[in-house]
C-alpha cells in the first residue's frame, strides 16, 4: 500500500525539543525527495523543510533554520524532523510529503496523515 | 503575507463554474516555474489536483481545469458539486527565496 505515516506528534513546552518520522511504503523511497509540510490551526500550508534522495542537499525556510534538521535513512524508509528550540509559532500539523520524479520542482503526489506539533507551556 | 496570491474564498451554486486565482511574480511563477493545485477536504491531508500547470492525476474528475498565464495561473472547477467544498492552495517554486512556496488558501463554499 502507498502510503506515508507520521508519528511523534506531541504537546511540549517552548524551548524542549521533538522529532517526527515518517514512514514510507509502497514506492521506491530512496528515489523520492522528501518534504515537510505544516499547517498551523486555521491557517495555511507552509513549507518547512525538504530532503534529496540521497541526503546530501538539504533547504529550509527561514523561520526554522538552525532549529530544525531533516534527515533520512533510506534503508528504513524513514524522514526524520529534528526539531529543537520549539517556539509556540511552531505549533502546528506536520505532513510530510512526497516530491514526484517527473520534473524538477514537481507536485507532493503524496502526502501523510499529518501528527499534531503543540508547544505550550 | 504569502508569496502566492489567491482570494481567500470563492462561492458558487451547484453546477456552476467557479475559478480561483493564484498570482505570483517575475521569480516564481513567470519565470517559469510549474504551479500545482492541491485540494483539502475538512479535518484531512491535501491532496494533489493539478499539476505541472494543466495535468491531473489519475482520479481526479475532469470537472477540475488548470490553467497558467504570465505571472499568473488559476484553477476552474465547472458542474459544481457539494463535495467540492474545500479549501484550496496553489503552490511553486520561488528562485529568489530558493524555497516551496504555497499560496494562502482559497476556501470554496457551494451555496
Known amino acids: 500500500q502507498v502510503q506515508l505515516v507520521e508519528s511523534g506528534g506531541g504537546v511540549v513546552q517552548p524551548g524542549r525539543s521533538l522529532r517526527l518520522s515518517c514512514a514510507a511504503s509502497?514506492?521506491?523511497?530512496?528515489?523520492?525527495?522528501m518534504h515537510w509540510v505544516r499547517q498551523a490551526p486555521g491557517k495555511g500550508l507552509e513549507w518547512v523543510t525538504r530532503?534529496?534522495?540521497?541526503?546530501?542537499?538539504?533547504y529550509y525556510v527561514d523561520s526554522v533554520k538552525g532549529r530544525f534538521t531533516i534527515s533520512r535513512d533510506n534503508s528504513k524508509n524513514t524522514l526524520y524532523l529534528q526539531m529543537n528550540s520549539l517556539r509556540d509559532e511552531d505549533t502546528a500539523v506536520y505532513y510530510c510529503?512526497?516530491?514526484?520524479?517527473?520534473?524538477?520542482?514537481?507536485?507532493?503526489?503524496?502526502w501523510g496523515q499529518g501528527t499534531m506539533v503543540t508547544v505550550s507551556s | 503575507q504569502s508569496v502566492l496570491t489567491q482570494p481567500p474564498s470563492v462561492s458558487g451554486a451547484p453546477g456552476q463554474i467557479v475559478t480561483i486565482s493564484c498570482t505570483g511574480s517575475s521569480s516564481n511563477i513567470g519565470a517559469g516555474y510549474v504551479v500545482h493545485w492541491y485540494q483539502q477536504l475538512p479535518g484531512t491531508a491535501p491532496k494533489l489536483l493539478i499539476q505541472g500547470n494543466i495535468n491531473r492525476p489519475s482520479g481526479v474528475p475532469d470537472r477540475f481545469f488548470g490553467s497558467k498565464s504570465g505571472t499568473s495561473a488559476s484553477l476552474a472547477i465547472t458542474g459544481l458539486q457539494a463535495e467540492d467544498e474545500a479549501d484550496y492552495y496553489c503552490?511553486?517554486?520561488?528562485?529568489?527565496?530558493?524555497?516551496?512556496?504555497f499560496g494562502g488558501g482559497t476556501k470554496l463554499t457551494v451555496l
Open positions: 509502497g514506492f521506491t523511497f530512496s528515489r523520492c525527495g
Open positions: 530532503i534529496s534522495t540521497d541526503g546530501s542537499n538539504k
Open positions: 510529503a512526497k516530491e514526484g520524479i517527473a520534473v524538477a520542482h514537481d507536485a507532493f503526489d503524496l
Open positions: 503552490q511553486s517554486y520561488d528562485s529568489s527565496l530558493n524555497d516551496v512556496v
